[in-house]
């Protein structure tokens, strides 16, 4: 046992495996990126490799376990857990996948140990997947923008270029680490719409989905999400085109959308409603549908 992780089992013999990175508690709007990882693993059917070592990264105050209490007894504790799992896609492509919270603590001691177990496994790629709010209609697919160390990584992918400061989550240092040891790593980021973003969002994560298959050859079937993202597209109309001024911004949205000018998105027009504000009518239109 390494004093960071504990194997389970010897570590398989994988042909130019992907690795696939989701960790809860960074950025993940809608939560489109758990939801993308999520299909991932169950349709690969993902088995466990590694489980890192929680009291070293995890701080149970911010993440206490969970209680199992039944009529007094207390049955059993469910603790955090990150985990290195790997499955098979459709395609027979071989996957990794890297899940649970984020650390807390030790990122760069994390990102050593997931580096060291990736070149063990040869891994030749990782992709790492989130998603953040945005000033986009709901009427369109969501765009994907990306991140990576390597400039020639960033040439070779057709997304979203930006360039901002903004505070790093720890898939960014997994991105440094993996590319100076010689894995080529690229975060895709999916755009929710800002008005929806507290709400799940199938669509982006269908998006997501679709990125990581261009990027990777990695194959997940989407055709379950698209249909709840049909579902949810239609309730989303039925508010939005209950109000007039909704309806405006979304055309709004639209026009910049359609014109790409996705680095320059704002709403302008102070008589439009904020996206907190419609996002509030959106909840409360979902909780008198019952939902």
Known sequence: MNARYELHGELPVLDRPVLVVHLGGWIDASGAGAAAMNALELQCNTVPLATFDSDTFIDYRARRPTMALREGVNERLEWAEIELRHGVDSEGHPVITLVGPEPDSQWKAFAAAVTQLS???????????????????HTRPSRLSCTSPSADVIANAPYVKSSLDVPAGMTAVLEHALTEAGIPSLGLWAQVPHYVAAMNYPGAAVALLHGLRESTGITVDTHDLEQEAGVQRQRIDQLVGGNDEHVAMV????????????????????????????????????????E
Not at 125 to 137: D, E, T
Not at 261 to 281: H, I, K, N, W
């Open 251 to 290: 055309r709004q949205l639209e026009v910049m959308y359609d014109e790409n000018q996705q680095q320059t998105m704002s709403l302008g027009d102070p008589d439009l409603p904020s996206g907190d504000e419609l996002a509030a009518e959106f909840e409360r239109f979902l909780r008198d549908q019952g």
């Open 119 to 137: 070149l063990q496994l040869g891994a030749y790629q990782m992709v790492a997947l989130g998603a953040y709010p945005f000033a986009a209609p």
